[in-house]
Every structure is written in C-alpha cells, then in structure tokens.
C-alpha cells in the first residue's frame, strides 16, 4: 500500500467509480467527489474494503466556491495530493449545432471545462507539494463519429485538453505531470445516453478502463500528452 493521497472527481459511478476502486488497492486515502452522496457511500463502502481510508465529498462542481473552499479544507488538513483524477462530465444529447438548447450548453461548459480549470488552478499549490503529483483529466478527442452532431461536447472537450497542455507545459520542471486520458467508447450510462441501443460488445468495460489508468497513474513519468486506450 503506497502512502498516496489521491483524489477523484465524479466518483459516484461510471470510469470515475471503477478508478476510486481500482486505486483503493494500492494507495492509503482517497477522497471521492460527486453530487450523489448514496452513490458515494457504496462505493466509499468498497474502497474500506480494500484497505484504504476514503473521505465521501458531496459536491456540485458548478457551485461558486466549492471548489476554493474544499482546496483550502485539504490544504489545512493534508497539504498535498499526490494524484487528481478529473471524470465528472456530462452530455445531455447529440444534434445539429442549430438545435442545441442554450442552457444545456452553458451548463455543459460549466461542469467540463470550467470546473476542470477551477481544478487546476486552486488544486495546484496541493499538487505542487506533492514529491511527485499526477494530474489526469479523462476527457475526448475528436474523431471522424465527432464530425457532426457533437457541437454540444466535442468543441468543449478540445478546449479542456488545450488547457490541460498548458497547465502541463507552464509545470515542466516541477513535480507536477498533467496529462489526459481518452478512454473511447466506454461501456457507462454517460455512454448510453447518447449512443442507446449500441452493442455493448463493441465498446469497453468500464472496469478494463479503470485498470489501465491506474496502472498509468501509479507509473506514469510522462506529462503533457494524451494517452489514448
């Protein structure tokens, strides 16, 4: 059991809760993050099981200053994170740009970028202490499947790993190494929102996900890149 402080945003279900559970074999404390807190408890009761201290944070990510106060909470308790697991994301449906509902858009921007960039910039004084920090979005690219209809998601998600970039180039020579992870199509209820009656046996499990970005996580040297599964 490695004494790492981690922590995981959107952690209630989906890639998000399969990591925290993965991690939870491995390290000594996690907290998880995520606005269903009955969600959080069972998966908070798994990670006990394996060994690991975890600390359940119901949180709304798009709430002003809940993201400054819980850095200012953890910096009073811990002072460092050694790793940062970004998941929390959302994408309502798939149409054409002229048909996308203003609000569903604003509210799209709010929890995968902006909250990512509050992430990034009120978590970095816990990850700058850390001796060596790992700060990972798991995020999406684009692909010819994103050419059309993904005007609600995909722009979003090209900006988030542009900053992402950036916060890893502008920390090169620190302990921070910040990268993204693009999982493809995962097997998840985020997935089968927007893609329903797919063949399940085509995408990925969500547990397989999980794996490999710990094993990523827990070895990883690089920063600034996106690792593709």
């Given at each position: 059991?490695?004494t790492l402080?981690?922590l995981?945003?959107?952690?209630?279900?989906?890639?998000?809760?399969?990591?925290?559970?993965?991690?939870?074999?491995?390290?000594?404390?996690?907290?998880?993050?995520?606005?269903?807190?009955s969600?959080?408890?069972?998966?908070?009761d798994?990670i006990?099981?394996?060994?690991?201290?975890?600390?359940?944070?119901?949180?709304?990510?798009?709430?002003?200053?809940?993201?400054?106060?819980?850095?200012?909470?953890?910096?009073?308790?811990?002072?460092?994170?050694?790793?940062?697991?970004?998941?929390?994301?959302?994408?309502?449906?798939?149409?054409?740009?002229?048909?996308?509902?203003?609000?569903?858009?604003?509210?799209?921007?709010?929890?995968?970028?902006?909250?990512?960039?509050?992430?990034?910039?009120?978590?970095?004084?816990?990850?700058?202490?850390?001796?060596k920090?790992?700060?990972?979005?798991i995020?999406?690219?684009?692909?010819?499947?994103?050419?059309?209809?993904?005007?609600?998601?995909?722009?979003?998600?090209?900006?988030?790993?542009?900053?992402?970039?950036?916060?890893?180039?502008?920390?090169?020579?620190?302990?921070?190494?910040?990268?993204?992870?693009?999982?493809?199509?995962?097997?998840?209820?985020?997935?089968?929102?927007i893609?329903?009656?797919?063949?399940?046996?085509?995408?990925?499990?969500?547990?397989?996900?999980?794996?490999?970005?710990?094993?990523?996580?827990?070895?990883?040297?690089?920063?600034?890149?996106?690792?593709?599964?």
């Amino acid at each position: 059991m490695r004494t790492l402080n981690c922590l995981i945003t959107g952690a209630s279900s989906g890639i998000g809760a399969n990591i925290a559970q993965e991690l939870s074999k491995s390290v000594k404390h996690i907290y998880i993050l995520s606005r269903n807190t009955s969600k959080l408890e069972e998966v908070n009761d798994k990670i006990i099981s394996n060994g690991c201290e975890c600390t359940i944070v119901p949180i709304d990510l798009c709430e002003p200053n809940v993201i400054e106060n819980l850095s200012g909470e953890i910096f009073k308790k811990d002072k460092f994170l050694d790793i940062v697991v970004t998941s929390a994301g959302q994408i309502t449906r798939l149409s054409p740009v002229e048909s996308i509902d203003l609000n569903e858009f604003n509210d799209t921007i709010k929890l995968n970028y902006i909250s990512n960039f509050r992430i990034m910039k009120h978590f970095h004084p816990l990850l700058k202490n850390s001796k060596k920090s790992n700060f990972v979005v798991i995020s999406s690219i684009k692909d010819e499947m994103k050419s059309q209809y993904w005007g609600i998601y995909q722009p979003i998600m090209t900006a988030l790993n542009e900053l992402v970039i950036t916060f890893a180039n502008e920390n090169r020579g620190t302990s921070i190494n910040a990268n993204i992870i693009y999982p493809g199509a995962v097997n998840t209820k985020f997935r089968e929102n927007i893609m329903p009656g797919e063949d399940k046996k085509k995408i990925k499990n969500p547990v397989d996900v999980a794996r490999a970005v710990v094993n990523f996580l827990l070895s990883n040297e690089k920063s600034g890149e996106i690792i593709k599964l």
